[in-house]
């Protein structure tokens, strides 16, 4: 939080620029903004207050600016603490190191230093009214602070300097107000004197002041703001396909193009419609991944001849740059072309018999045996959800077989979509072309799902099967390496059992799934590892939907493996807590849970006759009519009602717990009492955990 | 500048260029390999401390690539011309832009761009950073910092700087074929890539993929993997490179054969990346105890 400017203060603007060689396109957005972070961060730790801060990012520069930035520091009063009385002199009462260091690091003596009593002991002490710097001597070190931290996941080198970055840094400016700042940045002593486009304006510009950055460098063709130029990057495609259709726009190919330019022109170019007989997610991803243009489709998603490319010029002679992107686009769409021609002279059959010579998983064998056991799982799946078993197992034995086509091998992403164009081609029923296409699904968070029931049986025995092969082989993802993605195919299963309602125990389905391993897997708890990776994501990803972690941990309790009933009781859960009973039924549940915690009871019926007052007469009497009742919606999975014909017990405990004193010295009245007690929360636990409810939220 | 009508034309333009820039034109490397990186002028020059700048065009062999002649863009056989800078200089971009301009190309005509390009040899044990250089679209050079070379940290750090002749050439003279690029013309004589080539591609073709013998080449490589080993352990690292060379070689045959499983082929990189590393700590060694020659400025 930047701190508020007081009346009497002077305040700058300050910019600092950094010019470098092209940047990668893609991180541009998260290193300037990081920069950014980074800066605030220092001025915030320097107390330097100022008003709003902002990044500006192109493939030559990283740049901030924070305006109305105050020019002289406050003064502060420092308070440190060093070493203890016992770390800061030895035994012949001499100084440490670690004492003379402290000392050192606040610049003053050791005898000028003394102890102050603390909860660990009496410490070195050090207290100082500092007068505050000037702000211009502090910005240096606070923007070389900043740069170290950036997230560069591979700094190089260049020349005979040891300065690292993300590409060579060709200029620094740094100006606060209308003064250079000249203290060294990575090296290099700043001036006022940026660059504009490499090509348009090569020459270097003065620039006066931060407030005139911005359309300084646009009168040399750079649109230094990365959001702005991407949105007009965004209306030039939609302009020049509006005569024609819609573009394709795919964000992750647009920011990237983004970072590609300083001054977009939007260039319509055309292709020979002969290529439109390939599959159109090819022509597409020729274009996306090779040429990064953007495809045009007419109004029913149907590719047309056409494509838009973003130059970084205004050439002299447009038709130049056009013929160009024209004659590429040409060869790519010629490989795409001759990859489809090839793949279809054969069945894709054909391919499967290839798997053998892929590895899975060094210890798991070849991709052909995976195959096999999706097949037997699949199968036995379809069977559960009443899916045709049939067609199922047909797509799973196809499934991977476009890996081992031309298309897949140059366009990895068409994974699948390949398998379903080949597969009608070859006749194959649509419900196997479709499962085919559909197995990969959900590729991402917020992805679709498979809409064929043959799709969900395959995508989850594809899944579950790459689960337990690879917790199997003791390969659990750890940190951010998860090479398999494992944490993304156990929310895929999660997602489609739930959303799809799919009632499926994965406990079984995990039992079957390694029962199809020939090999024997090396983990021994491979099923719990694996059971409890999945419910670890179950867990995650209902935090993302606002569930809160007392209303999981209720229904986690239980440990339900059926996600879908899972769900069915995070529902009634939910509901349940927004109920005006909640709170009392969850303290009572927890008291409950308390009192039982240590005591054994051998009784087996409540007894009526060793009630002493009505309110234990009447919660008897309601537990004993609810019981019934309850175990019917429980067993319907009817939760919701189950848990809010509970709330209605919620009178007759509070009255049971106002007036009846369970711990009796009369074993049998205690022990008839505790029953009862047991009784009551076993009817909440059959859902959840009622007891963990906390009362937050 | 007026745009280079022939093949040849077009190499003199860069070696005048380059000459200007006080490269050294070495020749090409007298061995089958498979890029210009493998040119002792590159791979062993980035070693060590000692400045220099080359300029030489290789011709590159990369078995799995022929197409028999019949493709029009990839060819078992072709050109790079590579320049080598160390240290790199600070306007190594805009030297480079020049040569363009030497060879027609106008950066306000055409859509000049440089796009992450991040390079990797597995067997050469060497990284570095930087951009494929696209014209209008098209990757015309491949321009890279390098960080490690045969497993050394290169300080200074060389700038490779590796043009894509025949494409250029293609793009240049607005032919859709490779083997259509003129060559050379002489008083109404033309001479094209075609007429220089094909048969090679052709004949190459059938040899790398069907008829190169693979017992003989298997037993090549043990032997130019043994020799190599022997060769570091006498202190002769040039030869010792040559062997390495000829492995990595043998190696790219196999592999057009089909001769190497999935697995195998690791194990094979993996034996090729630890003779050049063998070779560079050697070269390094070699050249450490001569003085390092050209730090002295002459």
Redesign the interface.
């Known amino acids: 939080m930047s701190k508020k400017i007081n009346a009497g203060e002077s305040a700058l603007d300050f910019l600092v620029e950094i010019g470098t060689e092209e940047a990668p396109a893609k991180m541009l957005p998260n290193l300037a903004s990081s920069f950014c972070d980074g800066i605030k961060n220092g001025l915030m730790q320097a107390e330097l207050a100022h008003d709003s801060v902002i990044w500006y990012a192109t493939p030559r520069r990283l740049v901030v600016i924070v305006r109305a930035l105050i020019t002289q520091q406050p003064a502060r009063h420092i308070v440190r603490l060093g070493p203890s009385k016992q770390a800061a002199y030895n035994q012949q009462g001499e100084p440490t190191p670690a004492a003379l260091g402290f000392a050192r690091s606040c610049g003053v003596d050791l005898k000028d230093l003394g102890f102050k009593e603390t909860e660990q002991g009496e410490r070195l002490y050090f207290e100082q009214d500092q007068a505050g710097a000037a702000t211009h001597t502090l910005l240096a070190s606070i923007v070389n602070e900043a740069l170290k931290k950036l997230p560069i996941p591979k700094p190089m080198r260049w020349g005979a300097t040891d300065t690292q970055f993300i590409r060579p840094v060709q200029w620094v400016v740094m100006l606060f107000g209308q003064n250079v700042v000249q203290d060294p940045v990575m090296g290099m002593v700043p001036t006022q004197h940026s660059y504009g486009h490499r090509f348009h304006h090569p020459g270097s510009i003065a620039i006066k002041e931060p407030s005139t950055y911005q359309a300084q460098l646009l009168d040399a063709k750079v649109m230094v703001d990365f959001n702005q130029r991407k949105n007009i990057i965004r209306e030039k495609i939609l302009e020049c396909a509006s005569k024609l259709g819609n573009p394709v726009i795919v964000e992750s190919l647009l920011d990237e193009v983004t970072g590609l330019v300083e001054w977009p022109v939007a260039l319509l170019g055309n292709f020979d419609s002969k290529f439109l007989v390939v599959p159109q997610e090819a022509l597409i991803s020729a274009m996306q991944v090779h040429q990064k243009s953007f495809a045009i489709q007419d109004k029913n998603e149907k590719l047309l001849p056409y494509f838009i490319t973003i130059s970084n010029i205004e050439s002299n002679n447009k038709q130049t740059v056009i013929v160009g992107n024209e004659r590429v686009i040409r060869a790519r769409l010629s490989d795409a072309e001759f990859f489809y021609t090839e793949d279809i002279k054969h069945a894709l059959d054909h391919f499967v018999e290839q798997l053998k010579s892929v590895v899975f998983q060094a210890k798991l064998g070849s991709v052909f045996e995976k195959t096999t056991r999706n097949k037997q799982l699949a199968q036995k799946i379809a069977q559960l959800i009443q899916a045709n078993p049939v067609h199922t197992e047909r797509a799973a034995f196809l499934a991977k077989a476009d890996l081992m086509t031309n298309m897949v091998g140059e366009f990895p992403e068409l994974q699948g979509i390949a398998g379903y164009y080949y597969a009608l081609l070859a006749k194959e029923p649509q419900h196997v072309a479709l499962a085919i296409r559909e197995h990969y699904l959900p590729r991402f968070a917020g992805d679709v799902l498979p809409e064929t029931l043959e799709g969900c049986a395959l995508s989850l025995a594809d899944k579950i099967d790459t689960l337990v092969g690879i917790f199997g082989v003791n390969q659990a993802p750890t940190g951010d390496k998860d090479p398999f993605g494992l944490r993304r195919a156990a929310l895929g299963i999660l997602r489609i059992t739930i959303e799809k309602k799919l009632s499926l125990d994965l406990r079984q389905l995990l039992e079957m799934a390694i029962a199809h391993y020939h090999v024997k897997l090396p983990n021994e708890k491979v099923l719990d590892d694996t059971l409890n990776f999945i419910v670890d994501r179950l867990r995650a990803w209902y935090s993302t939907q606002g569930v809160s972690a007392d209303i999981f941990a209720a229904v986690h309790a239980r440990f339900p493996t059926n996600p879908l009933d899972f769900d069915g009781r995070i529902k009634a859960v939910q509901h349940f807590k927004t109920l005006p009973e909640a709170k009392s039924l969850a303290a009572a549940n927890k008291r409950v849970s308390n009192i039982l915690k240590n005591q054994t009871n051998n009784q087996e019926k409540v007894n009526p006759m060793l009630f002493e007052s009505d309110a234990e007469k009447n919660l008897a009497n309601l537990v004993q009519t609810k019981q019934a009742e309850i175990t019917t919606l429980y067993q319907a999975g009817n939760y919701h009602q189950a848990l809010t014909e509970l709330a209605s017990l919620q009178t007759p405990v509070d009255q049971f717990f106002d007036t009846v004193l369970v711990m009796a010295d009369d074993a049998s009245l205690r022990d008839n009492r505790l029953l009862l007690l047991s009784q009551l929360r076993n009817m909440f636990l059959q859902i959840a955990d009622i007891s963990l409810l906390s009362e937050q939220g | 500048m007026t745009t280079p009508k022939t093949f040849q034309e077009m190499i003199s333009r860069l070696h005048e260029f380059w000459s200007k820039q006080g490269c050294v034109i070495v020749q090409p490397l007298d061995l089958e390999v498979g890029a210009g990186t493998f040119h002792p002028a590159t791979f062993l020059r980035a070693i060590g401390p000692e400045p220099w700048s080359a300029a030489f065009v290789q011709p590159c062999r990369r078995p799995t690539d022929g197409r028999y002649g019949a493709n029009p863009?990839r060819a078992q056989h072709y050109y790079q011309y590579q320049v080598i800078l160390k240290?790199?200089?600070?306007d190594i971009?805009e030297i480079y832009l020049n040569s363009l301009r030497a060879l027609g190309i106008?950066?306000?005509?055409?859509?000049?761009?440089?796009?992450?390009d991040?390079w990797e040899s597995p067997t050469l044990g060497a990284w570095g950073?930087g951009?494929e250089v696209w014209?209008?679209?098209?990757e015309i050079t491949q321009f890279t910092?390098f960080?490690q070379v045969g497993g050394l940290e290169?300080?200074?750090?060389t700038?490779e700087i590796t043009y894509g002749l025949e494409r250029i050439a293609m793009?240049l003279q607005g032919v859709?074929s490779m083997y259509d690029v003129l060559w050379t013309e002489h008083e109404g004589r033309r001479v094209t890539y075609g007429d220089v080539f094909h048969q090679n591609e052709v004949e190459m073709s059938k040899y790398n993929f069907e008829h190169a013998d693979i017992e003989h080449l298997k037993h090549l490589f043990s032997n130019y993997e043994k020799q190599c080993h022997e060769l570091i352990a006498l202190s002769l690292p040039l030869p010792a490179y040559e062997m390495a060379l000829k492995a990595s070689h043998t190696f790219n045959l196999l592999d057009a054969r089909r001769a190497i499983?999935?697995?195998e082929r690791q194990r094979f990189i993996l034996q090729v990346r630890k003779l050049t590393q063998a070779v560079a700590q050697s070269y390094f060694d070699a050249r450490e105890k001569l003085g390092f020659p050209l730090l002295q400025g002459k």
């Open positions: 863009n240290p790199s200089p600070n971009q106008d950066p306000l005509e055409h859509d000049i761009r440089f796009v992450e991040n950073l951009w014209q209008n679209g098209m910092y960080q290169c300080k200074p750090v700038g793009y859709e499983s999935v697995t």
